[in-house]
């Protein structure tokens, strides 16, 4: 008989794919939040770092690697459709066509600073996690979230924006924007800290799952290694 699939773990990575993409879409909008500028996706992509600790932290970074690979793809083939869909020809009905473009229609730059950002930001959170919770024996969750978290969001902002932006904007605003985004999603993890500590030993509870990587490779080209 095979094992039934975990059905926490399938919310976790379709809510982990989900805000990826939203946030791929919404980033686009530049919000202000009192004195900061920052883009929309800041309201939702923190929560895929979230989703990650979670992962990371009750099944493994096997299981981690595998809602990363599956995010990327999934995110790749939302970002395909949107450039056909621009491409397609609209219908005489259709009046908004430049508007859609503009808000569906991400520059290849930034579209490619996206993808790298994301893989490099979330393989380093579910390693330091993984690597952390190994090293304090199971202990103090709340520490190695906040850490992997700022070395995840710290590398993800300190690639997008030097891929996106590098030669556009000023080195000075270019680490401005750096460092905001990197305080701001950080933050953002510790405010709902509280939250992720009661889902994370729930699930732990309801799974009966707490993995521990010994021994396994931290090589984030190995999927099938599960």
Known sequence: MKKQVSVAYLVCGLLFTTCLIIANIVEQKLIQIGPIEATAGLLVFPISYIVND????????RKARLIIWYGFFMNFLAIAVFRLSIIVPGSENFTHQDAFSLVMGNTT??????????????????????????????????????????????????????IAFFGVISIHDLWVL?????????????IVLPLTNRIVKWVKKKEKEDVYDNGTSYNPFKIRDL
């Open 54 to 61: 979670i992962i990371a932290e009750v099944w493994g970074y």
């Open 178 to 190: 750096i460092l905001t985004q990197t305080t701001m999603k950080t933050g953002y993890e510790i």
């Open 109 to 162: 730059r930034i579209t490619l600073a996206s993808f790298v950002a994301f893989l490099i930001g979330s393989f380093l959170n579910a390693y330091v996690m993984s690597r952390m919770k190994i090293l304090q024996k199971g202990r103090n969750f709340s520490l190695r979230a906040i850490i992997s978290t700022l070395v995840g969001e710290g590398a993800d902002s300190l690639v997008f924006f030097t």
